[in-house]
């Protein structure tokens, strides 16, 4: 549904995005991630054909946004960062202007913007004047427009942002259900959400893809993943560790807490280290009460791409 | 086309929900009022016209036209909104058109209130009505040309103070070029080419002619081709702050 093909935007001699080049098919969620001034909203804008690159193509459902902007903007819903909308509109003013440059009119209209304000809960606030509206109605007003003509393709950037944790998590699950028959791309700095709501992430850095994949492929990056933290009762700490140490599969084992006859210790594997610790037990006297398998931590993935390309830039 | 006419719409509505525009056609009514009544000594003259009435016009829209204009494409960038309204399936042009068309109609209401001068030369006497039509064609089109340089210097800057100002200066520009006080005495050095030149580009003898009573082709070309210029000018602009 959306292809980008080493697109790049170069404002002077600063490269702002440097030949990224990644697609999204229909029932795709892509989390957009990177630090504050990665090239991300650099790419949305070249992406729904505010911008027009330096180089490089994206189609939109196989038109070029360059060459045919206005078949491709036809199937794009675009929420811009922060949320720009006319402050001398109310929100049903301001839909209906949307529906109909949308080209809908009439009862296509009026069903357009029914439909909408149920999804963004605006019921309450459609007479009011959208200079009047809290952040999160604003936010809303605005997705609202991205969604009023049904697009194929959604792009959102940080729709998140401003709003509170139940309406996070409403967005979140819209954008969950939504994703089901679109291609949606969305921007943001919550590493949770992209877990929550993506079924894939890219994260970029100074205009250049440095990751992708599934969030847990992402997450398998994290030096902790595949950590194993086991809680044992009935065994004394010193023994236990030299036992756990001598297992084949078991490269590393460090002692976390102990206390109420319970140790807990962390295992860095090598290998497949399950069977071995299970049939360990079975021997042993001791009680193995929980076994954790880190998955990693995307914030931890996140860091390590990304930090020390910020260090050298500062 | 239809799209064209969303914009407008839209446009037209943001100025009738701000009290700014009641605010203008009032001011616009009464100094419009007060210069023909007063200064012009319209019924002292004792003849049943209204050429008092449009020898200001210029002057008025030198100030009044920038700032209805002065929002046109400011407030786009300034809210933001400019990136929402691009990137929905509507072309530059169509945009820049539609905005222009809103506050062009816009200024052709507040002009329309002004029938009841007509009405008073009217029952007063026997007015040429060919004349006072050819005068309200050429204070609309003046005000076009006035406006689409409005919407040029609005698309440079986020800010309307500026876009005001830069609207008046060049507004004003286009006024002495062409006003007698300023182009007599240069006729008495200047050779006759360079006068024409000058007096060419200057919107009074246009505006003049055509409050002679005849709309003449080449008055009409010059006024239109000001606006397409500008309009154009104003496209340019805005692709160059996406580049």
């Known amino acids: 549904m959306i292809n980008v093909e080493k697109l790049t935007k170069s404002f002077g001699p600063k490269l702002a995005v440097d030949h990224i080049t990644f697609t999204v098919a229909k029932g795709e969620v892509l989390g957009f991630l990177g630090p504050n001034g990665a090239g991300k909203s650099t790419s949305m804008r070249m992406i729904t054909g505010y911008?027009?690159?330096?180089?490089?193509?994206?189609?939109?459902?196989?038109?070029?946004?360059?060459?045919?902007?206005?078949?491709?903007?036809?199937?794009?819903?675009?929420?811009?960062?922060?949320?720009?909308?006319?402050?001398?509109?109310?929100?049903?003013?301001?839909?209906?202007?949307?529906?109909?440059?949308?080209?809908?009119?009439?009862?296509?209209?009026?069903?357009?913007?029914?439909?909408?304000?149920?999804?963004?809960?605006?019921?309450r606030v459609m007479q009011q004047s959208v200079d009047t509206l809290s952040k999160g109605f604003r936010h809303r007003t605005c997705l609202a427009q991205a969604l009023i003509h049904d697009p194929e393709v959604l792009i959102l950037d940080e729709p998140t942002d401003g709003l509170d944790p139940n309406q996070k998590h409403e967005v979140r699950s819209l954008l969950r259900r939504?994703?089901?028959?679109?291609?949606?791309?969305?921007?943001?700095?919550?590493?949770?959400?992209?877990?929550?709501?993506?079924?894939?992430?890219?994260?970029?850095?100074?205009?250049?893809i440095v990751a992708i994949g599934t969030p847990q492929e992402l997450k398998a990056r994290s030096p902790s993943a595949g950590n194993i933290v086991v809680t044992v009762n009935g065994a004394e700490k010193q023994s236990l560790v030299s036992q756990l140490e001598s297992l084949a599969t078991v490269s590393q084992c460090e002692f976390l807490s102990a206390g109420d006859n319970r140790v807990t210790l962390r295992l860095t594997p090598k290998g497949q280290i399950l069977p071995e610790l299970v049939a360990l037990a079975g021997r042993s006297s001791w009680k193995v009460e929980n076994i954790q398998i880190d998955e990693g931590r995307l914030d931890d993935v996140f860091r390590a791409i990304t930090l020390p390309d910020t260090k050298t830039a500062a | 086309m239809k799209t064209i006419w969303t914009i407008t719409k839209r446009e037209l509505w943001a100025y009738f929900t701000s009290p700014v525009a009641y605010v203008f056609i009032v001011i616009f009514l009464l100094l419009?009022?007060?210069?023909?009544?007063?200064?012009?000594?319209?019924?002292?003259?004792?003849?049943?016209?209204?050429?008092?009435?449009?020898?200001?016009?210029?002057?008025?829209?030198?100030?009044?036209?920038?700032?209805?204009?002065?929002?046109l494409w400011?407030?786009?960038?300034?809210?933001?909104?400019?990136?929402?309204?691009?990137?929905?399936?509507?072309?530059?042009?169509?945009?820049?058109?539609?905005?222009?068309?809103?506050?062009?109609?816009?200024?052709?209401?507040?002009?329309?209130?002004?029938f009841p001068l007509v009405i008073t030369v009217a029952y007063l006497g026997h007015p040429d009505f060919g004349r006072i039509a050819c005068g309200y064609i050429g204070s609309f089109l003046l005000a076009g040309a006035f406006l689409s340089i409005a919407s040029l210097t609005s698309a440079l800057t986020r800010n309307q103070v500026v876009a005001f100002?830069?609207?008046?200066?060049?507004?004003?520009?286009l006024i002495l070029c062409g006003w007698r006080p300023?182009?007599?005495?240069?006729?008495?050095?200047?050779?006759?080419?360079?006068?024409?030149?000058?007096?060419?580009?200057?919107?009074?003898?246009?505006?003049?002619?055509?409050?002679?009573?005849?709309?003449?082709?080449?008055?009409?070309?010059?006024?239109?081709?000001?606006?397409?210029?500008?309009?154009?000018?104003?496209?340019?602009?805005?692709?160059?702050?996406?580049?």
């Open chain 1, 178 to 208: 939504l994703g089901t028959d679109k291609a949606i791309i969305f921007s943001t700095h919550i590493l949770e959400e992209v877990e929550a709501a993506c079924t894939r992430a890219l994260i970029i850095d100074q205009g250049a």
């Open chain 2, 165 to 173: 100002i830069l609207a008046v200066v060049i507004s004003l520009l």
């Open chain 2, 74 to 114: 400011a407030e786009e960038l300034r809210l933001g909104t400019i990136e929402l309204l691009l990137t929905m399936p509507v072309t530059p042009w169509q945009a820049i058109l539609g905005k222009f068309l809103a506050s062009w109609m816009f200024l052709c209401i507040a002009l329309a209130l002004t």
């Open chain 1, 51 to 123: 911008l027009p690159p330096s180089e490089g193509t994206v189609t939109i459902g196989g038109f070029d946004i360059s060459e045919n902007p206005l078949e491709a903007k036809r199937r794009i819903g675009y929420l811009p960062e922060n949320a720009p909308i006319y402050s001398d509109m109310s929100v049903a003013g301001f839909l209906s202007f949307c529906a109909e440059m949308r080209g809908l009119y009439r009862a296509a209209k009026a069903e357009a913007i029914e439909r909408v304000v149920e999804m963004c809960f605006l019921n």
């Open chain 2, 32 to 71: 419009a009022a007060a210069f023909t009544l007063l200064v012009s000594g319209f019924f002292e003259r004792g003849v049943a016209d209204l050429i008092p009435f449009f020898f200001w016009h210029p002057w008025l829209y030198l100030f009044l036209v920038p700032a209805v204009g002065m929002r």
């Open chain 2, 182 to 243: 300023i182009t007599d005495p240069l006729s008495a050095w200047a050779p006759a080419w360079l006068v024409d030149a000058v007096t060419s580009v200057g919107v009074m003898t246009h505006f003049d002619s055509i409050q002679r009573g005849v709309v003449d082709s080449r008055d009409l070309l010059f006024f239109i081709s000001v606006i397409l210029f500008s309009l154009f000018t104003t496209s340019v602009i805005l692709r160059a702050h996406r580049t």
